[in-house]
């Protein structure tokens, strides 16, 4: 008699390489990192947040993707992210709390008050604190990108840069020496749309972003940014190519900044139509969601699950550290340059 196997439902292709556990994990970043904003949002509307406060609505998949992409834990690679890479932040490992602290400058935060929103290093994690000025971590992770290279260490680097800054001198600076060198580092160049009020036809002559790789020597792809599996499977491209000792590789990533510069600019500048059309149609979380519930790598009830436990886990750090005092007048020029001789009590008596 012939035995018959009984029928084997064959899983789908794991999308891009990731398992299924992973899927899930993009998707809680994804969320976290927008949960985590809309509730900065409230703070900064009650006067809790200090200084400004930058949203990435509308940018959270290319960058939860594109950290996502990275070595994590030994051999860790680094990157340095802007004021709208909150989600690769996360993904690198930094804490809702210390976003919280951070943002509401609170004395226990990663710098202790005395610095703003989302500046601080944390290199145990794989993440450098920017320096303002824009296009300078450029060549700083260039720098960086040639360290693992001359030391021989399996290290790439991943740079963000925004449409506007690529108009800055040290952006170009940096990239030429990167590509020089043929140093290990991903440039993640974010089209956004709008720098301050700026469009991009007032800020270069290109189309595309990517096309600015070229004069360097090295490649340069534009992807779409909202589209958070293909600037994924992009940047796991660029990172092993830099990895395995090929050099510099430049990827455009186009998305929308759905907020004004920061929450104090109105947007008066950006047509209303385009702003709804990114957020019905293009809106990076749903576009995930659809794709996962449509290739039936995720169920609707897993989803909500997901976001029960993000906004749990912010109400929580929100709740533990949101009544926390500021820094004492007397610490303030503790920690910020090299400290004098005496006592802090001492130098603010003489000051
Ligand atoms: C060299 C320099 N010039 C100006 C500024 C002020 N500034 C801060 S953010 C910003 C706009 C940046 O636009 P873009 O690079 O497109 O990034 P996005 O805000 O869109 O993420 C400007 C002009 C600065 N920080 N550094
Ligand atoms: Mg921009």
Redo the contacts with the bound molecule.
């Keep these: 008699m012939v035995s018959r196997a009984a029928p084997t439902t064959q899983a789908p292709p794991a999308p891009a390489g990731l398992t299924r556990d992973q899927l899930l994990e993009i998707y809680r970043y994804l969320r976290l990192t927008r949960t985590l904003e809309e509730r900065l949002v409230a703070l900064y509307r009650q006067s809790k947040v200090i200084g400004g406060l930058f949203r990435s609505l509308g940018q959270e998949g290319e960058s939860v993707a594109s950290a996502y992409a990275l070595q994590r834990g030994r051999n860790r690679d680094i990157l340095s992210p802007?004021?709208?890479n909150l989600g690769s932040m996360l993904v690198m490992g930094a804490q809702p709390i210390q976003i919280l602290r951070q943002y509401m400058a609170k004395a226990e935060g990663p710098t202790r008050g005395r610095e703003l929103n989302v500046h601080f290093n944390d290199l145990e994690r794989g993440y450098l604190g920017q320096i303002?000025?824009?296009?300078d971590m450029v060549p700083v992770m260039a720098g960086i990108a040639l360290t693992f290279k001359l030391r021989g260490e399996p290290r790439v680097g991943l740079v963000y840069?925004?449409?506007?800054?690529?108009s800055?001198g040290t952006f170009h600076e940096g990239l030429n020496f990167a590509a020089v060198q043929r140093v290990p580092l991903v440039v993640i160049a974010?089209y956004?749309r709008?720098?301050?009020s700026t469009p991009p036809e007032k800020q270069f002559a290109v189309r595309d972003l990517a096309e600015k790789a070229k004069a360097y020597g090295v490649p340069g792809v534009t992807v779409d940014g909202n589209d958070v599996l293909a600037v994924y499977e992009a940047t796991r491209f660029a990172v092993e190519r830099a990895r395995g000792g090929h050099g510099v590789h430049v990827i455009e990533v186009k998305t929308y900044?759905r907020k004004g510069?920061a929450e104090h600019d109105d947007q008066h500048y950006v047509p209303k139509d385009e702003l709804d059309w990114w957020a019905k149609e293009n809106d990076p979380v749903d576009r995930y969601v659809k794709r996962l519930l449509q290739g039936e790598w995720a169920e609707e009830r897993e989803l909500r699950t997901i976001d029960a436990q993000v906004k749990t886990e912010i109400d929580e750090a929100t709740d533990a550290c949101v009544d926390e005092p500021l820094p004492s007048p007397e610490s303030a020029l503790t920690g910020v340059y090299a400290d004098p001789p005496g006592t802090p009590r001492h130098w603010y008596r003489n000051l």
């Design positions: 802007l004021i709208r303002s000025h824009l296009g840069i925004g449409d506007g800054a690529t800055t974010e956004n709008w720098a301050y900044r510069h």
